[in-house]
Structure formats: structure tokens, C-alpha cells
């Protein structure tokens, strides 16, 4: 061994010196470089811990990262669903690793607040977002109250923002406007002895719903999340055929705009102020190809992917909108839809009554301030021209960009409820407990409404029998025949018990949820040619993409050929009445709720009749149907059907 010099030491000591200096003035360049390279170097710290906004460096400092993950979590079309829904309303569809796919119980406010609350965990930045319908469509325990026990559970799952819905509109505007500010009922008071309604405590938004007389919006167009120096703009927008589906006297004096255009003029706005992160709130939607939730949506297969409004809205906005939550057509899916120029973008839509929840992360870069969305990749870091020298570790750290990235996931019912939402279905249950628990009537077996997946449901039969003979006679109006809208049907009639009121018994809780508009009933003048023409206006039209198929009163029939394209799917000639030809030139007295009566869901020839009589409620007219054709000995079975006769 030879021996060490004090010389040869200092020596050493010498060089480690330089090199250590060398090395760092190599890493000082290299962060030069990360600055000149394209936004979306994503700083990621060892302990992966998401949502930071420091990341240990690999010498044990804190070190403030470029990026951020910020958590998204997002959901849609509540409705009103504070306990969990029943029937197939209150499942989702999986598709397992074989391919066969089964349905999992999922729903309830209970649950989807434990859910969000563990998906929270760590995650220093996180924002829950909501697209339209939280409210409206409700079972008896939030419609009966207008909402308010709704409004109140949202407050308590810490929801920062939502959007609109065309639902948020049934009651009208100024109710709307009440549960956003808060204060009691005009009609009805206050519900609980000593308590004003507070209203939400998260901003609604409505960029596209105007005053007609102002221009001006109704609610908040947008809002800005902040925390910690990450802000994220939030435009919340309804479909702007809003007025084709909901009352006319709830949307008196107001205006519904495009949602591209009205996307894009506040998109603007919000990056003249600085704000380069957006998402867009849209309550409008579209169908993927499967309805399994966890469906890849991206497939490439033949026929995959989604089609309906979403997908062609989702390629007019603007690229500095970064991802889009949708909603109203109540399917589970998350896809990628390229902006106008040509970059991914997310379009995510958590189907409907709180069975799934939608987790987004986006990656925030500090300097753009805006959402990486174009991945780097470790070939363009080597287009930079860094030294080959640097340890793998620091260019796999550096890096490595990413996009958006998403996935739904069920609300199981498996879980611990969460003991907050309990206690506030308990306290809503008690004050409507006295009117929802009534029996109405009895049935043999289920009866599908929401969840049938015919044209014709037979539940729809029902509800259009149920008005027919309440209305056919002479001093009631004289109906001939009954048509029912297939949206106004809410849910399933479940022969399970859903109380202690025993399998089979239909509570008024349960007809109110099947029928929770209280629609007033009209029988009106229609001649046999505008009959015609209301089947034709089916699938034709609006509805072309989405047929909305009427329901029928027993003995008026016809052929849907869904071979066919537009108009030419309804057989002219098989359209009968008890078996006789409708005559175009002769004049029917046919029954319909008022929001049909008014051109609903695109069905503009309805707006011609004459002759108008007004009659009661259709739920009052459904529960008394049930009253007089069931017993607990001889319970109501589901229709036959065959009223609409379809080829594929």
C-alpha cells in the first residue's frame, strides 16, 4: 500500500472540486434547455405524491416543480337521486376481462360523497365540477321540497362549480335563481320549522341563457379556480335546444345560444385575463358504442367511439379550452375528441344519478399557465441536443410529458356510506315519509320504463292507457287517443319493495318518481294528417339523431322501419286507430300532457291544435289508474305491447 502524501490529497481534493463545479454548471445548462423546450416537461417528485406543489429533488432539498397535477372530479345529471335509485336506474354496466358484461348496483348521495371524499385523499389540488341537471326530474324526497335537500347535499359534498342543465329550468328562472341565492319558497314556505334555505353555496353557471331584454346572462357565464397560484376557468353552458324540452312558461324572456360560439367569445375572456387553463361545463352529450362505463371509447374498431351533438360541438371549440365535461344524455364515457387543431382533447360524461364519478388529472404547467396537452417525448428531448452525459434518472424525471388523462369509476354501494348524507336523507324522509309511503296501487312483476331498451316501453303503455281512460270521457274531454313523451318517464316501477310496504305495492314515492313533473293534462284537436306528421317528427328533424318515440294508447298502432332514414322509418299506411286507417282529413281528440301540448322535444306540429281542455295532473291521473285496476289480490301485469310494430 503505498503511502498518502498531504500533497497528493490536496491534490484529489482538487479535482473532486472541479468536477463537482463542472457538473452542476452542466445541470444549470440543461435547466437552460428545459425552458427553450416546448411546455409540458412534467417535474414529477420521488415520493409521487400528486398535487404537490414541491418535489423533494434526489439530494433531499425542496424544490418548487414546474408542473402540477390537478385533480378534476366531475359528474352529471343528479337529478334530485339522494338514495339510491332502484331498479336498472340503479346499476351500471361492466364489460369484465372475458367480455361478458354484468351490472353493478351503483348510486346514491350516501355513496357518491364517501366516493369523491376517498378519491380526494392527498391531493392537495383538487376540484369537483358538475354538468347540468343536479337538480329537476327528482324522486319525492328532493322534488317534493323543490330541490332544496339536493342543493343541500351538493353544499355538503363540496362542490366548487356547475354547470346548468335544461332541468335547472323547469320550475323557471327565478326558482332557479332562488337556488343559487337561497331564501323559502314563494308558494310553499319554509319546509323546516326555523330554517331559511341557505341556497348553493358553489357558483351555477349559464353563459349561454340570456335576458332577452338585457342580453345579459342570467347567472355567472364563468368562474376561476384558484389555490396555491393554480387558477382554472370554468364555463358552464346548456344545450341550446333547452326551449325544445322543457315548459314554455318556464323560460319566458330568455335566450339560449350556441354553446360553440358562446365557449369560445368567453374562452377569449377568460385569456385576455391571464387564464390559459379552461374546461368547459356543457351540458349536452352524445352515445358511445358501448354502454359499458368502462368502454374504451378510443377504440379503433369499426363502428367504436361516440357519435350525437357532443361529437361535433367538441370539434368547433376553441383549442384554449383544455377538456369538456358533458352531460344530459345520461351514458358513461370517456373519450378523445382532437380540437380545431388537431390536439387530444378529453370529453368525459359520468352517465347519470351519481352511479359513477369522472377523475380527471390535468397537468398544470406554471409558466405557460396553461394544461399540458402535447406529450414530450424523450426522442424530442434528444432533438435538444442534451449532453449524453446527464443520468438516466434526471431525463426520465424531466423528461417525460403527458396528457390529460381520465377514467370513470362506480359509486359502489359496497362502501361506508357517508354519515353526513345519511343523517340528511333521514331528516328530508321524515317530512315526506306521511305522502310518499301511500299506497297507490299493485303490480305482478316490473314494469321498464327508463331502463326498457324497446321503442316501446311498457311502462310508457301504461302511463298512455292510464290517460286515455281518464280522459275519454265526454265531460272530461273525450280522448280518443293518448300520446306519452318517452323523457317524462323517469324510472322503472320496481315490484320489489323498496320500504316495509311489501314486494309488489307501488308507495306514491315511487309513482312521483316515474312521473315527477306534474304535468297538467290536455286533450286537443289533431287532424289525422297532423297525427301523421307527430310520428314523422319522431325520428325526422331534431330528433333524427336521437328518436324520441312517442308512447301509445292501446288500440292505436303503426310500423317503424328503422331500415329507413328520416321521415320515410314511419309506415304511413300502418297508422290505425282500433284497427281502422287514420283518416288525414278527419279531426281526433287526442290526450297529452301540456309540454307536449306545447311542441316539446321538437314535436312543433303539436302547437297547431285547437280546441284545447285542461284536466288534471298526470301523476294524480297515473295513481288513480292504479287504484282502480289493482289489488293485492289481483295485481297489475305488465302490458302486452306489440302498439309499435319495428323492423331492423
Known amino acids: 500500500m503505498s503511502a498518502t502524501t498531504p500533497h497528493s490529497r490536496a491534490h484529489r481534493r482538487s479535482r473532486r472540486t472541479r468536477r463537482t463545479l463542472a457538473v452542476a454548471a ?23 405524491d400528486r398535487g404537490r406543489d ?6 433531499g432539498n425542496w424544490q418548487r416543480s414546474r408542473t402540477v397535477d390537478v385533480q378534476l372530479l366531475s359528474f352529471n345529471d343528479l337529478h334530485g337521486h339522494l338514495e339510491p335509485p332502484s331498479g336498472s336506474s340503479g ?22 360523497a364517501a366516493s369523491l371524499r376517498e378519491a380526494r385523499g392527498k391531493n392537495r389540488y383538487s376540484v369537483t365540477a358538475a354538468a347540468g341537471d343536479m337538480v329537476g326530474a327528482s324522486p319525492l324526497i328532493s322534488g317534493l321540497f323543490h330541490d ?3 342543493i343541500e347535499a351538493l353544499n355538503k359534498l363540496d362542490l366548487d362549480v356547475a354547470g346548468v342543465g335544461n332541468h335547472e329550468f323547469d320550475e323557471g328562472a327565478t326558482e332557479l335563481a332562488r337556488l343559487q341565492k ?14 331559511t334555505f341557505k341556497g348553493a353555496d358553489f357558483p351555477y353557471l349559464a353563459a349561454n341563457v340570456t335576458n ?14 384558484k389555490k396555491g397560484g393554480v387558477k382554472i376557468g370554468f364555463i358552464g353552458v346548456t344545450l341550446e335546444g333547452t326551449p325544445d324540452i322543457v315548459s314554455a312558461n318556464g323560460i319566458k324572456g330568455l335566450k339560449f345560444h350556441d354553446e360553440i360560439e358562446t365557449i369560445n367569445k368567453y374562452a377569449r375572456e377568460l385569456d385576455r385575463q391571464g387564464v390559459k387553463s379552461i374546461v368547459a361545463l356543457i351540458h349536452e352529450g352524445g352515445s358511445p358504442a358501448s354502454s359499458s362505463y368502462n368502454y374504451d371509447c378510443d377504440s379503433p374498431g369499426a363502428g367504436d367511439g361516440i357519435s350525437g351533438p357532443i361529437a361535433d360541438i367538441a370539434k368547433g371549440i376553441t383549442p384554449k379550452v383544455d377538456a369538456l365535461v358533458t352531460g344530459h344524455t345520461h351514458q358513461a364515457y370517456v373519450c378523445t375528441i382532437p380540437d380545431p387543431a388537431g390536439k387530444p382533447r378529453l370529453v368525459t360524461s359520468a352517465a347519470s344519478y351519481g352511479r359513477l364519478y369522472t377523475e380527471t388529472t390535468l397537468t398544470y ?13 424523450t426522442d424530442k428531448w434528444r432533438q435538444a441536443k442534451l449532453p449524453k452525459w446527464l443520468p438516466w434518472w434526471w431525463v426520465q424525471q424531466h423528461a417525460q410529458g403527458k396528457n390529460p388523462t381520465a377514467a370513470n369509476h362506480v359509486v359502489r354501494r359496497d362502501q361506508t ?31 321498464n320504463g327508463r331502463g326498457a331498451t324497446t321503442p316501446e316501453k311498457p311502462l310508457g303503455d301504461l302511463i298512455a292507457d292510464a290517460q286515455l281512460e281518464g280522459l275519454a270521457p265526454a265531460d272530461k274531454g273525450g280522448a280518443q287517443l293518448a300520446l306519452m313523451n318517452p323523457g317524462g318517464i323517469r324510472a322503472d316501477l320496481v315490484h320489489k319493495a323498496s320500504g316495509d310496504e311489501g314486494d309488489g305495492v307501488v308507495t306514491y314515492g315511487e309513482a312521483y318518481t316515474v312521473q315527477p313533473f306534474t304535468n297538467m293534462m290536455n286533450v286537443v284537436d289533431l287532424t289525422g294528417a297532423q297525427l301523421i306528421t307527430a310520428l314523422q317528427q319522431q325520428v325526422s328533424g331534431s330528433n333524427e339523431e336521437s328518436p324520441k318515440i312517442l308512447q301509445v294508447s292501446e288500440g292505436f298502432t303503426y310500423t317503424l322501419d328503422l331500415t329507413k332514414s328520416g321521415a320515410d322509418r314511419i309506415v304511413v299506411d300502418s297508422v290505425k286507430l282500433n284497427g281502422e286507417a287514420i283518416d288525414p282529413s278527419k279531426t281526433y281528440r287526442v290526450a297529452m300532457n301540456e309540454f307536449l301540448a306545447g311542441g316539446g322535444d321538437g314535436f312543433t306540429v303539436f302547437k297547431e291544435h285547437t280546441n284545447k281542455l285542461v284536466g288534471v295532473s298526470d301523476l294524480e291521473m297515473f295513481n288513480a289508474y292504479l287504484a282502480a285496476h289493482s289489488s293485492p289480490e289481483q295485481p297489475l301485469d305488465p302490458p302486452a305491447g306489440g302498439r309499435i310494430t319495428v323492423i331492423e
Not at 35 to 40: L, Q
Not at 182 to 195: L, S
Request: glycine share 12%; proline share 8%; charged share 25%.
Open 148 to 150: 332544496e335537500p339536493t
Open 91 to 112: 346499476t351500471v354496466k361492466e364489460t369484465q376481462p372475458d367480455g361478458t358484461v354484468t351490472s353493478v348496483p351503483a348510486g346514491g348521495i350516501e355513496y357518491l
Open 26 to 48: 452542466g445541470i444549470a445548462t440543461v435547466g437552460a434547455l428545459v425552458a427553450a423546450v416546448p411546455a409540458g416537461a412534467h417535474d414529477r417528485g420521488q415520493d409521487g
Open 365 to 377: 404547467d406554471r409558466r405557460t399557465k396553461d394544461i399540458v396537452r402535447t406529450a414530450v417525448k
Open 212 to 225: 332577452e331584454k338585457t342580453g345579459k346572462p342570467i347567472l355567472k357565464p364563468y368562474t376561476v379556480w
Open 417 to 447: 356510506p357517508a354519515s353526513d348524507m345519511t343523517r340528511l336523507i333521514k331528516r328530508w324522509n321524515e317530512l315526506a315519509v306521511p305522502i310518499a309511503s301511500r299506497p297507490q296501487g299493485h303490480i305482478s312483476a316490473d314494469i
Open 182 to 195: 337561497g331564501g323559502c319558497h314563494p308558494v310553499d314556505g319554509c319546509f323546516e320549522e326555523g330554517k
Open 54 to 59: 414541491r418535489d423533494r429533488g434526489h439530494y
